[in-house]
């Protein structure tokens, strides 16, 4: 088929197909823990999720709207008008009223996504009344967590450092012979994305997150419950969460940090608030140290000297 066959219509339906293919590409490239057929963002768990999860929708939607007017006016310029087919170029310089009407469109967009953005980051910095803390620390490969206080009270000695799971760790390794699709969790195919303890945290509770590094930069990232942070060596971030639904949820760190940056996978464990405090209790106990037994042995007795005899003279 030449290309001066080439139909209005068919320009049409191969703009369409175009932006979804594209849509398709894309639009999973940034989740931390896909499942089968996902093109979007997961919409999250927490009270606050839903934010994020509007604001990437109502982006996606200018930006699909604005591609298919810009590439489909450019196809239909390439293909309807060629000079193959007579057409000759106009000659005006410009148009003061066409340029006026794209000028201001554009900035009412960015003025409306800024407002809607602005609001959002609004939400997401307020972590005052927060009754839970809990201090991340990003290190080459793996996430310390530090529980620093719940409902009020200080948490003492109660933390721990949480890496990728020995079978996923085997696994990896070059000429393992191992199969990943084998690394399963209650039927779940968990490689490079499960850890040996996971941070758990009561739901219904804001929780407040004080992330660090402690050697590069790395970036603490749940996809459910709809933000990332980044962890910066030297630097306190802070961010919140109030989990709504119990679970297990899954993600990775997010900033390029050295040769191991794939694996170092982070697990999320939301409980009812009855359960956590008993975990809490648990782990409060087993970092006391016992007391020291009394001693039952009898102190030896003092030997008794006699007093030294002045010689005869």
């Known amino acids: ?24 590409l894309f639009g999973s490239v940034v989740q931390a823990n896909p499942e089968p057929g996902q093109l979007n963002m997961p919409r999250g768990v ?8 509007f604001l990437n929708n109502v982006a996606l939607g200018v930006c699909v709207v604005i591609g298919i007017l810009v590439f489909g006016a450019m196809f239909i310029a390439m293909f309807r008008f060629r ?7 106009e000659k005006w310089s410009h148009n003061t009223t066409l340029e006026i009407v794209w000028t201001t469109i554009p900035v009412i967009i960015l003025i409306v996504l800024a407002y809607l953005a602005t609001g959002g980051l609004k939400t997401f910095s307020d972590t005052t009344n927060a009754q839970m803390t809990v201090k991340v620390t990003g290190y080459q490969w793996k996430w310390r967590y530090d529980y620093v206080d719940y409902q009020g009270k200080a948490i003492d000695k109660v933390g721990f450092m949480s890496k990728l799971d020995r079978e996923s760790d085997e696994t990896r390794q070059l000429k393992s012979g191992l199969d990943p699709n084998a690394v399963k969790v209650d039927g779940y195919n968990t490689y490079l994305i499960n850890v040996d303890e996971p941070l758990v945290v009561p739901i219904d509770t804001k929780i407040r997150f004080v992330i660090t590094a402690g050697d590069v930069i790395h970036s603490w990232w749940v996809p459910a419950l709809g933000w990332k942070m980044d962890a910066i060596p030297g630097i306190v971030n802070a961010a919140w969460t109030n989990i709504k639904e119990p679970g297990v949820y899954r993600g990775q760190c997010a900033e390029l940090c050295g040769q191991d940056h794939g694996f170092m996978p982070i697990v999320v464990k939301a409980v009812p608030k009855a359960e956590f405090e008993q975990w809490l209790a648990s782990k409060q106990q087993s970092a006391t140290p016992a007391p020291a037994a009394a001693s039952t042995a009898a102190a030896p007795a003092t030997a008794q000297v006699a007093p030294a005899q002045t010689p005869k003279g």
């Open 46 to 53: 927490t009270t606050y999720s839903n934010v994020p999860y």
């Open 83 to 89: 000079k193959s087919r007579g057409a000759v170029a």
């Open 1 to 24: 088929m030449t290309s001066g066959s080439i139909r209005p219509g068919g320009i049409k339906r191969a703009v369409t197909a175009l932006a979804l293919a594209a849509f398709a």
